[in-house]
């Protein structure tokens, strides 16, 4: 009966901090230059949406603050870094249905440090919060700018990553430093399901697996019928 007692108490305490999710400020540059076509930007777009009004993808218990920027030859901030929770999620995708595309050349290195300068000026009050620029983009820095210099220096000023979502085979992510992340997608039409992957890889938080809680469930009445039997024998 101790151990059923000792092993009710541990799961009391450890599912609740299992499904506590660590604090994340995410900012996605999202890449509007002239090398993506319209239909594609539409594409790329869509799925934005598709993947961050998905609660599964992005939690909204205020665990994740994102930041939207667009970049081409410039940077248009489109949604300043907001904590997400049921009642912030209609203004951010509502601010990326209303991105247009400015074509143009392409500013990588720029979208990174004006994402990093939100960040890092911890406009949400979030200090301990992991701090990820994420960058998707389907081609290479065509400014006169050096993309792997920002994000190295992004990371020497305090990012945690800097990640890279590259589209089809002209895209170059040789800037992303190493121990951030890199995926590949063959064209915008993959891009959906790699962006969902990229996100809940950034933004996942603990929450046990079905198959963790089967498993500790099992092991309840596993130990509860273990000591029925015991009474039962000693009956």
């Known amino acids: 009966m101790r151990r059923l007692v000792a092993f009710i108490v541990a799961a009391v305490i450890l599912i609740p901090l299992a499904a506590q999710a660590a604090l994340v400020d995410l ?34 218990d205020g665990s994740v603050a994102v930041a ?56 949400d009050g979030r200090s301990a919060a992991d701090k990820i620029i994420d960058v998707s ?30 589209i089809g085979p002209g895209a170059d992510l040789s800037w992303v430093p190493t121990g951030s992340n890199k995926w590949m997608v063959d064209s915008f039409d993959d891009f959906e399901d790699t962006l ?10 603990v929450i046990p697996e079905p198959a963790t809680l089967l498993l500790l469930g099992s092991g309840l009445l596993g130990l509860g019928g273990l000591s029925f039997r015991k009474r039962k024998q000693k009956a």
């Open 68 to 123: 939207v920027y667009l970049f081409s030859a410039d940077v248009i901030q489109v949604y300043d870094l907001t904590v997400i929770d049921n009642t912030t999620i209609s203004g951010l995708i509502s601010a990326i249905n209303g991105m247009t595309q400015p074509g143009g050349l392409t500013d990588i290195a720029g979208a990174i440090d004006a994402a990093r300068d939100e960040l890092l000026s911890d406009p």
């Open 196 to 205: 969902e992957d990229k996100i809940v890889t950034e933004t996942g938080g």
């Open 27 to 60: 900012a996605l540059c999202i890449d509007g230059s002239g090398s993506i076509s319209s239909s594609n930007f539409n594409l790329q777009k869509d799925a934005y949406v598709s993947v961050l009004n998905n609660a599964s993808v992005l939690p909204r």
């Open 137 to 166: 983009t389907d081609g290479i820095q065509t400014v006169s700018r050096d993309p792997a210099a920002a994000a190295t220096n992004a990371i020497a000023l305090g990012i945690d990553y800097v990640n890279g979502l590259g």
